[in-house]
């Protein structure tokens, strides 16, 4: 079981990421995904979810009307499309799955976790 999470890098104060994260070895559909982020010196924090079987979204009010989740079960693929960045958005950002129960913002509800990305917002 595998999930992993690409397409961070640098970007300018302003500007826009897009981070996948990919599954394999695991049912997709199955597992609310959700995304945190870590940074520096500061506790792993939630930042978006999306349950695995009504699609239901929550965002975390620093990122909300900017991020954007999403999901692509037959692809075994979730997104966030990250718009608007600030510097405060560096951090790593991890997706994690949930099995059959809906997205939390508590990380000890996800039983897979995926390596890092790495976010760097520049100002």
């Known amino acids: 079981v595998q999930l992993q999470a690409t397409g961070g890098g640098l970007a300018q104060a302003g500007g826009s990421l897009r981070l996948s994260c990919t599954a394999s070895?695991?049912?997709?559909?199955?597992?609310?995904i959700g995304w945190f982020r870590q940074a520096p010196g500061k506790d792993r924090e939630f930042v978006a979810g999306?349950?695995?079987?009504?699609?239901?979204?929550s965002y975390s009010e620093s990122v909300q009307g900017r991020f954007t989740i999403s999901r692509n079960d037959a692809e075994s693929v979730a997104y966030l499309q990250m718009n608007s960045l600030k510097p405060e958005d560096t951090a790593v950002y991890y997706c994690?799955?949930?099995?059959?129960?809906?997205?939390?913002?508590?990380?000890?509800?996800?039983?897979?976790w995926g390596r890092g990305t790495q976010v760097t917002v520049s100002s």
């Open positions: 999306i349950n695995w079987n009504d699609n239901r979204i």
């Open positions: 994690a799955g949930a099995y059959l129960l809906k997205a939390d913002t508590d990380d000890r509800m996800y039983y897979y």
């Open positions: 070895g695991l049912t997709f559909s199955k597992y609310s």
